[in-house]
């Protein structure tokens, strides 16, 4: 079979490969070391986007590196063409505070279960393991600021370009059952969830998030001690890590070990100041937009993307190309995902590949034969069973959340 | 935009094309096995211990007025994050410092904040006219 050839050309191509002795434009402010000069760096499409592939952290394969300390590492978005699992060497990673454990002694790891309950617990990983009925889900985790630098106007926090997500499969112990080990009192309200990091100063609030009560034992929030089949890599979590399934990823708290039932409503920072959206559709104001109440960041929009070309990717004329890609559908489960090949004006369904999960990446699919020469825009947009559709217009907001507009490529048949 | 939707020709999947198309792609049909015995849970398991290094960061800000104040940013976090961010106004520049100093509690007196913004301004800030440039109370 004939397989043409997606890969951009060098002089079209808007994100391309660089060696750092050629960039010319060393930066910012030429600050790279000795070491960065001979790396292999990356420029994703937005200012400053220039980004080292480092494979210096444990446990990971080639991230974009965006900071070392607290690590953000982002996955370098040809890893999504891979598979709808993202390997957990090759999955993002996001610390808010630097006091990161990096030594776990497993034998003397607890989980506590305390608060507003019948009963504290005090458990292992082998209780957990072998007392609770194990439970699988694949879900997609990602930042709440997941393509935060293609806002415009930009705004500050985690540049991101679209690889600060992945979907694994989660395996572990559903929260519910390890609450109703412990017995939830009348009159819970929240669960608030600690993991083992803490920040450097300790003026510095410990990174603490909560879920309703009824959220919580709805049976599909989980506590995870595996992620596709093999313990977690510490910087995503080890040894447990809270799964939210359709929810932003600041819930998922890693190294996971304080479960704490509230009888009241959690007013630490991290769930009142902190991971705040407009309270409005797609959580969109417009820049300087004042007086809108804000909320919680919660539940997961559906988007998707094209894996296998990018802007300025060469179609042959007269020649079938497959296109591909992957959506999620955020809360809900993709129902559709559509196609077009002129810049939105018609749509036609993309093949769906097969489905590993409601709350996972599935995998579309399109054949696409050029007729003519010329440029053409290419679209993808999901919608999930909610109805919930992509939107046309890019949202905004000033913490950068959200953003799940329509993606394109431009490619040009040839 | 008429004459490109009339170049373009669709071509449905039939089913003899979908297997060679996804042929060359099995990877996609693949979940991860939860039963391989590396699996916590998998019979025979055991949990062993974990210790890692963490790389240091090697960058660092650059020299100018102001930098003296930078060390204090590193306290929490390795240079990268600040460099890394998009050209920002003075404005913004003040707001990000502020909100390290309020939210996060760092130990930066009040009357640096203006050199520091200055300094991040110089070095990281957006091409905007001077009305930009705010100063905070």
């Not at chain 2, 060679?20 to 699996?39: D, E, Y």
Request: aromatic letters at 10%.
């Amino acid at each position: 079979m004939h397989r043409p050839t997606l890969m951009p050309t060098p002089m079209s191509r808007r994100s391309f490969l660089l060696r750092a002795s050629a960039a010319g434009t060393a930066g910012l402010m030429g600050t790279w070391g000795s070491k960065a000069a001979a790396a292999t760096l990356v420029e994703l499409p937005f200012a400053n986007g220039q980004r080292e592939i480092v494979t210096n952290f444990p446990q990971k394969g080639a991230m974009l590196l965006q900071r070392t300390r607290p690590p953000l590492l982002e996955t370098p978005f040809e890893v999504f063409d891979q598979g709808v699992f993202t390997p957990n060497d090759r999955f993002y990673v996001r610390w808010h505070l630097a006091n990161i454990p990096t030594t776990i002694d497993t034998g003397a790891f607890r989980l506590n279960v305390r608060g507003h309950v019948r009963e504290q617990l005090s458990l292992t990983l082998d209780d957990l393991v072998r007392e609770f009925q194990p439970f699988e889900i694949a879900a997609v985790n990602q930042c709440s600021g997941n393509s935060r630098g293609f806002f415009k106007p930009r705004v500050p926090g985690g540049e991101w370009a679209n690889g600060a997500m992945g979907n694994a499969l989660w395996r572990g112990a559903r929260l519910k059952d390890v609450l109703d080990r412990a017995g939830v009192n009348a009159g819970a309200l929240q669960v608030r969830f600690n993991g083992l990091d803490t920040g450097v100063i300790p003026q510095t609030p410990d990174f603490m998030k909560s879920l309703a009560i009824d959220h919580a034992r709805d049976g599909e929030v989980m506590i995870a001690y595996a992620m596709n089949g093999e313990p977690l890599p510490l910087l995503n979590g080890f040894p447990l890590r809270l799964v939210v399934p359709g929810w932003y990823a600041t819930y998922w708290v890693k190294m996971l070990n304080d479960i704490e039932v509230l009888n009241e409503a959690d007013d630490n920072f991290w769930t009142t100041k902190a991971y705040l959206i407009p309270d409005t559709p797609y959580a969109n104001v417009d820049p300087g937009q004042q007086g809108v109440r804000m909320i919680p960041i919660n539940r997961m929009v559906p988007r998707s993307f094209f894996t296998n070309v990018q802007d300025g990717a060469v179609l042959k004329v007269g020649q079938t190309a497959t296109l591909r890609g992957i959506a999620f559908g955020g809360d809900a489960a993709v129902a559709k995902v559509f196609f077009s090949s002129d810049a939105g004006d018609r749509w036609k369904e993309a093949r769906l590949g097969p489905d590993r999960g409601k709350y996972g990446f599935r995998r579309w699919e399109v054949m696409l034969r050029p007729s003519s020469p010329g440029t053409q825009r290419l679209m993808i947009k999901a919608q999930n069973t909610a109805g919930s559709v992509q939107p046309n217009q890019a949202n905004w907001n000033g913490s950068g959340f959200m953003r799940n507009v329509i993606e394109s490529v431009s490619v040009q048949a040839v | 935009m008429k004459l490109i939707a009339r170049s373009v020709r669709w071509i449905w999947t039939v089913p003899s094309l979908l297997v060679i198309t996804l042929g060359g792609s099995l990877a996609w049909s693949q979940a991860p096995s939860s039963a391989s015995a590396t699996s916590p849970g998998a019979s025979g398991w055991q949990w062993s211990n974990v210790s890692v290094a963490l790389p240091t960061s090697e960058t660092s800000f650059p020299p100018g007025d102001g930098a003296e104040i930078t060390p204090q940013c590193l306290i929490c976090h390795s240079a990268g994050m600040v460099l890394r961010q998009p050209p920002l106004t003075r404005e913004q520049w003040v707001g990000e410092i502020n909100k390290m100093r309020s939210a996060y509690g760092a130990p930066l007196p009040a009357d640096q904040v203006d050199r520091l913004a200055d300094y991040l301004f110089r070095i990281n800030g957006a091409s905007v006219s001077h009305t930009a440039k705010i100063s905070t109370p």
